[in-house]
């Protein structure tokens, strides 16, 4: 399973949201580049990246730090955070990303999504962002009023190569993953699923081992509180 340390962006800095609420922020010291560094050096392959301001703003706000981070640490990199066009999508892969996140626009308008992975073969992920099952758009501020299950079925054939699914309602409370909820879509996805959200401690992650069509999953806050050491989470990632 592979062990996606984040890294969430908002003005150059690392931060970590509370349930996705710019105005419950933790802003950290370390830079992105220099977090990213870090994690390289432990000896992790993958990194999650949230472009925050992007998020915001439907722009590639911090593209250049990103490309910074590939091109320094050689590491396959998903991005994710407000990248509504094919324009956008073509940067980050020009940049060396391995994978795109795509969210609210492809939640928004479908085709968009289709279009994407016809164009750009096995780089797009989709990221579902779910309170109480219902899927939410832009970052996190509007409810789509639709079902996460249900989209997922309508677009299980378009040709996505990876699936985060984050419930937001644990993510940065650490109080472990939606597991439950994960494994239903896990089920009935075409493509493998990454967990995401409210990840607590070393038993979270080794719990997500144990459950099916599960490619890895993503631990963000725990690592910056010190809830999890790097040393001991590497030994996890395969």
């Known amino acids: 399973m592979k062990i996606f340390p984040a890294i969430d962006i908002k003005d150059k800095k690392c931060v970590r949201l509370l349930k996705g609420d710019f105005a419950n922020k933790t802003d950290y010291k370390i830079s992105p580049v220099e977090q990213a560094g870090k ?64 969210g609210s626009a492809a939640i928004k308008d479908k085709n968009f999504l289709k279009d994407a992975c016809k164009k750009f073969p096995n780089k797009i992920a989709l990221g579902l962002d779910a309170r109480d099952g219902y899927l939410l758009v832009s970052g996190w501020k509007e409810n789509s009023n639709q079902l996460s299950l249900d989209y997922l079925k309508e677009v299980n054939n378009y040709g996505v190569s990876r699936l985060i699914y984050t419930d937001i309602n644990r993510d940065g409370m650490k109080q472990s993953p939606n597991f439950e909820e994960t494994s239903k879509v896990a089920e009935i996805s075409n493509c493998p699923v990454i967990i995401s959200g409210g ?40």
Request: glycine share 12%; aromatic share 4%.
């Open 39 to 102: 994690y390289k050096d432990h000896g992790f392959k993958n990194l999650h990246i949230v472009d925050l301001d992007g998020a915001l703003t439907g722009e590639t706000v911090n593209l250049d730090i990103i490309k910074d981070i590939v091109g320094k640490f050689k590491l396959k990199v998903e991005v994710g955070g407000g990248i509504r066009n094919i324009d956008g999508i073509k940067k980050y892969i020009d940049g060396g990303v391995e994978k795109v996140i795509l």
């Open 199 to 238: 990840v607590s401690s070393i038993d979270d992650v080794k719990k997500a081992k144990s459950l099916n069509n599960i490619e890895g999953i993503i631990v963000g806050k725990a690592i910056y509180d010190g809830d999890i050491k790097l040393d001991e989470l590497v030994k996890e990632d395969a």
